[in-house]
């Protein structure tokens, strides 16, 4: 199975702010790598697939990068919407989520 | 508009078999490439993807949970119907109905998915 480990699992900040979450895969697996955005009790939204392309509808501020075994996600300048968890999954070999961070207002 | 519906019991006892219907509309699951499959999300865990079937009727399960899944389809009342053997109580959690990009993954065990159910909330006790 491959892990995949997200930092921090709570990070802090300000409208306006630039955050990144890292996710790292336990192995290599290219660039299939998804991140979503969920709000208590609603499901999952995909924001960001092939650890780069945007999803249709989601917003500009949002940008993913990496490749191999380390990724982030980065928000250029957060929006009182952003305030959510965020999770990273692989899709390389079946397929596999992070244990989230929680995107909490400082 | 493509939507998608989790029903199913809120509480089955320990040892019995749980079993969940998804209706979803605005696609059909005849159509080449589609698939549906289910996700959950139990308390302090992970996300789980748990399985997919696909429009030619291929089926693809976890591979640490293949021997108490099975996945089917009804492509005239448009379902897909999840049940899972063995419930205990760690098997509690909101489970979700998904639907995949099409040509989302390097292959047909993988997958991301674009839609989502609301979910439905199942307790084992």
């Known amino acids: 199975d491959i892990q995949m480990t997200q930092s921090p699992s709570i990070l802090s900040a300000s409208v306006g702010d630039r955050v990144t979450i890292t996710c790292r895969a336990s192995?290599?697996?290219?660039?299939?790598l998804a991140w979503y955005q969920q709000y208590p009790g609603k499901a999952p939204k995909l924001l960001i697939y092939?650890?780069?392309t945007l999803a249709s509808g989601s917003p500009s501020r949002f940008s993913g990068y990496g490749s191999g075994t380390e990724f982030t996600l980065t928000i250029s300048s957060l929006q009182p919407d952003d305030f959510a968890t965020y999770y990273c999954q692989q899709y390389n070999s079946y397929s596999t989520f992070g244990q989230g961070t929680k995107l909490e207002v400082k | 508009q493509i939507t998608l519906n989790e029903s199913g019991p809120t509480v089955v006892n320990p040892t019995q078999t749980l079993t969940l219907t998804c209706n979803f509309s605005?696609?059909?699951?005849?159509?080449?490439?589609?698939?549906v499959g289910w996700v959950r999300q139990r308390p302090g865990k992970a996300l789980e993807w748990l399985a997919l079937i696909y429009w030619d009727n291929d089926r693809r399960y976890s591979p640490s949970l293949r021997s108490r899944l099975t996945i089917i389809k009804d492509t005239s009342k448009n379902q897909v119907v999840l049940t899972m053997t063995g419930m205990d109580p760690v098997d509690a959690g909101t489970y979700f109905c998904v639907h995949r990009v099409p040509g989302g993954g390097p292959d047909w065990n993988e997958a991301i998915f674009d839609y989502w159910g609301q979910g439905t909330l199942v307790t084992v006790s």
């Open positions: 192995q290599s697996i290219s660039d299939w």
């Open positions: 092939k650890a780069s």
């Open positions: 605005g696609f059909s699951l005849i159509t080449n490439g589609v698939g």
